[in-house]
Nanobody, 117 residues
């Protein structure tokens, strides 16, 4: 059974930093693509960053240079380091696992990130 559990969200001032973590069970990170998505009120869910099973990281244009995605295969976690946060980054952030073997996506429950002074 695949389970993804996010942590690390919270309230931060503009310009601040947060680190999100996603603990995965039931899968091997290095065999799959792992990503972070976000959904702001009244908006569609959007891709923030993904790290492929080949280890390549891709980012949305809006977060390039500010966010960094990384995987820790020993701990089976994927992290999102978010720096220089802006009010527009306010959203619920979701961890995603794309399981290539069964062509299925799994989602975490989400963690709220609020950027406000």
């Amino acid at each position: 059974q695949v389970q993804l559990v996010e942590s690390g969200g919270g309230l931060v001032q503009p310009g601040g930093s947060l680190r999100l973590s996603c603990a995965a069970s039931g899968i091997i990170l290095s065999f799959n693509d792992m990503g972070w998505y976000r959904q702001a009120p009244g908006k569609q869910r959007e891709l923030v960053a993904v790290i492929t099973r080949g280890g390549r990281a891709n980012y949305a244009d809006s977060v390039k240079g500010r966010f960094t995605i990384s995987g820790d295969n020993a701990k089976n976690t994927v992290n999102l380091q978010m720096n220089s946060l802006k009010a527009d980054d306010t959203a619920v952030y979701y961890c995603n696992a794309h399981i290539w073997a069964v062509a299925t996506d799994y989602w975490g429950q989400g963690t709220q990130v609020t950027v406000s002074s």
